[in-house]
T-cell receptor
Framework: GQNIDQPTEMTATEGAIVQINCTYQ??????LFWYQQHAGEAPTFLSY????GLEEKGRFSSFLSRSKGYSYLLLKELQMKDSASYLC??????????FGSGTRLSIRP | DARVTQTPRHKVTEMGQEVTMRCQPI?????VFWYRQTMMQGLELLAY????????DSGMPKDRFSAEMPDATLATLKIQPSEPRDSAVYFC?????????????FGSGTRLTVV
């Protein structure tokens, strides 16, 4: 079966750091995506990890451990505009992209 | 900026009516996905195509939903007959070869309300 788990909600403070975890069990694995989705809008691409390790892209970093079926998205120097849902998605067999339910992140001043 | 175009943006229809949603993928993208998003279920994969051929539509209720790509510039998702439980936002996403590096691009979605 296919299973992708993320926390439903998280809250963090402006200027702080937050880590959003994602665990997965899928039939086949090519890579893992992170998307950001603001309320009422379409998801937008943040990152794609294929190999184990940390990839940094400005204030956002994404980590992958294929052996553990685990990834996290790290957001630094949080800004109010980072309030959004963050979606973990697995690129599984035949490049079928399956999304987790998303983590709704709220930033407080 | 290249974009995925979905029409209509909003649709309100009565139960039992046919609904057709359209998607124009980005030129050159050969993979097209259809997703449905609700508050309860998140983003559910309904169907996807590569080079216009359907690869998987196991997420779709076959008795009422159908998805096609009549040509490389158009993907359609049809519901007949529609039911209130079909109310959701339907997203189309497209990607080209090696799309992992840049991700799949989503359209703005069609917000469907069935009354």
């Amino acid at each position: 079966g296919q299973n992708i788990d993320q926390p439903t909600e998280m809250t963090a403070t402006e200027g702080a750091i937050v880590q959003i975890n994602c665990t997965y069990q899928t039939s086949g694995f090519n890579g893992l995506f992170w998307y950001q989705q603001h309320a009422g809008e379409a998801p937008t691409f943040l990152s794609y990890n294929v190999l184990d390790g940390l990839e940094e892209k400005g204030r956002f970093s994404s980590f992958l451990s294929r052996s553990k079926g685990y990834s996290y998205l790290l957001l630094k120097e949080l800004q109010m505009k980072d309030s959004a849902s963050y979606l973990c998605a697995v690129d599984s067999s035949a490049s079928k992209i399956i999304f987790g339910s998303g983590t709704r992140l709220s930033i407080r001043p | 900026d290249a974009r995925v175009t979905q029409t209509p943006r909003h649709k309100v229809t009565e139960m039992g009516q046919e609904v057709t949603m359209r998607c124009q993928p980005i030129l050159g993208h050969n993979t097209v996905f259809w997703y449905r998003q609700t508050m309860m279920q998140g983003l559910e994969l309904l169907a996807y195509f590569r080079n216009r051929a359907p690869l998987d539509d196991s997420g779709m209720p076959k008795d009422r939903f159908s998805a096609e790509m009549p040509d490389a510039t158009l993907a359609t998702l049809k519901i007949q007959p529609s039911e209130p439980r079909d109310s959701a936002v339907y997203f189309c996403a497209s990607g080209g070869p090696g799309q992992g590096a840049t991700g799949y691009t989503f359209g703005s979605g069609t917000r469907l309300t069935v009354v």
